[in-house]
């Protein structure tokens, strides 16, 4: 009995995706960023002689750096695994290198994955807590939780809040993640896309340009362009004068209203050059906010 509470704990620990995530736990998680941002100590030993594993089987900055700060933070052994560089290139598969880092005493894995749909099987065949940290078009739940970090951060609340995300949809894990999330807070998510770039299987309500600009926070979406079978508009030019946060659309923006963007940015297709550090851009709070809720998230996989 007493195995059988402690294996469901050790799962309980897991971070897969924010869908099937009570809105109570979501909050204690933005609650703990609060606490480790406040902190004026840069590094503690909250973690100390704890061991994690950042997998990234597909390319990764902001998310892959920033977690590796906030294990450092916490004190904890840091192991980093890039696939390029391993055993993946001589045909290993994902969930043998897996047990291979949890076989050598692994605590906790962060795993990033190309294929949707694999993490959760994954998860379910290994003892360690596995930290989603990007999987596929499906869910990027550390993204979503430091741009709710960053909502709430510069509104008080999300409730009522108007959030217009666009682009790329059909290819985005962070316009899931946030759509699932933010809705549990009473939030109202529209999303802006060309028809090629729209998620059909969500239930969400498409808005125009026009009316995306007259949100609180307008999130636009990176187009990924290696996610692309086939040429989704004729030119970056074309896309940015239907879809892109031009210098001209971003004074057109309520004056409280910010700019969002998970980044990386493709400057002047998406989103153009001036308006990536403008005032009301928040591109780069949202990595500095990473960090605390990456701190919040590992803790709670290992405390
Ligand atoms: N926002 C984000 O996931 O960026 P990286 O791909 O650089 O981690």
Same mark, same amino acid.
């Given at each position: 009995m007493v195995a059988v509470h402690m294996e469901r704990s050790l799962k309980d620990r897991s971070l897969l995706g924010l869908k099937d995530m009570d809105r109570s736990e979501i909050e204690s998680i933005l609650d703990r960023a609060a606490y480790w941002e406040a902190q004026t100590v840069k590094v503690s030993d909250k973690l100390q002689h704890k061991f994690i594993a950042n997998m990234f089987f597909e390319n990764s900055t902001r998310t892959r750096c920033s977690f590796e700060v906030a294990q450092k933070r916490l004190g904890a052994e840091v192991i980093n695994f890039t696939a390029a560089a391993s055993s $993946?290139?001589?045909?290993?598969?994902v969930y043998d290198t897996v047990r291979t880092l949890e076989s050598m005493g692994m605590d906790a894995g962060v795993i990033r994955l190309k294929p949707a749909? $694999?993490?959760? /099987?994954?998860?379910?065949?290994?003892?360690? &807590?596995? +930290?989603?940290a990007g999987d596929g078009n499906n869910e990027h739940p550390t993204q979503a939780l430091l741009d709710m970090y960053t909502m709430k951060k510069q509104f008080g609340e999300l409730?009522?809040?108007? =959030?217009? $995300?666009v682009g790329d949809v059909v290819h985005s894990r962070v316009a899931r993640s946030n759509?699932?999330?933010?809705?549990?807070?009473?939030?109202?998510?529209?999303?802006?896309? &060309?028809?090629?770039?729209?998620?059909?299987?969500?239930? =969400?309500?498409?808005i125009t340009m026009d009316e995306a600009l007259k949100s609180d926070v307008v999130?636009? !979406?990176?187009?990924? !362009?290696?996610?692309h079978e086939h040429n989704m508009f004729s030119t970056p030019e074309e896309y940015r004068s239907a879809y892109g946060m031009t210098i001209e659309r971003a004074s057109q923006l309520q004056e409280h209203a910010i700019i969002m963007h998970p980044a990386p $940015?493709?400057?002047n297709v998406e989103i153009d050059d001036a308006v990536v550090e403008c005032k009301q851009?928040?591109?780069?709070? /949202?990595?500095?906010?990473?960090? &605390? +809720?990456?701190?919040? =998230?590992?803790?709670?996989?290992?405390?």
């Amino acid at each position: 009995m007493v195995a059988v509470h402690m294996e469901r704990s050790l799962k309980d620990r897991s971070l897969l995706g924010l869908k099937d995530m009570d809105r109570s736990e979501i909050e204690s998680i933005l609650d703990r960023a609060a606490y480790w941002e406040a902190q004026t100590v840069k590094v503690s030993d909250k973690l100390q002689h704890k061991f994690i594993a950042n997998m990234f089987f597909e390319n990764s900055t902001r998310t892959r750096c920033s977690f590796e700060v906030a294990q450092k933070r916490l004190g904890a052994e840091v192991i980093n695994f890039t696939a390029a560089a391993s055993s $993946v290139e001589k045909g290993e598969s994902v969930y043998d290198t897996v047990r291979t880092l949890e076989s050598m005493g692994m605590d906790a894995g962060v795993i990033r994955l190309k294929p949707a749909g $694999v993490l959760e /099987q994954l998860a379910a065949q290994v003892k360690m &807590p596995l +930290i989603n940290a990007g999987d596929g078009n499906n869910e990027h739940p550390t993204q979503a939780l430091l741009d709710m970090y960053t909502m709430k951060k510069q509104f008080g609340e999300l409730k009522g809040l108007r =959030v217009a $995300v666009v682009g790329d949809v059909v290819h985005s894990r962070v316009a899931r993640s946030n759509l699932w999330a933010l809705r549990k807070f009473g939030a109202e998510v529209h999303f802006c896309a &060309p028809a090629n770039m729209r998620a059909d299987e969500l239930d =969400v309500n498409y808005i125009t340009m026009d009316e995306a600009l007259k949100s609180d926070v307008v999130m636009m !979406l990176r187009v990924q !362009l290696e996610r692309h079978e086939h040429n989704m508009f004729s030119t970056p030019e074309e896309y940015r004068s239907a879809y892109g946060m031009t210098i001209e659309r971003a004074s057109q923006l309520q004056e409280h209203a910010i700019i969002m963007h998970p980044a990386p $940015v493709n400057r002047n297709v998406e989103i153009d050059d001036a308006v990536v550090e403008c005032k009301q851009a928040r591109i780069f709070d /949202q990595m500095s906010n990473g960090v &605390p +809720i990456r701190m919040a =998230v590992v803790e709670r996989a290992l405390s």
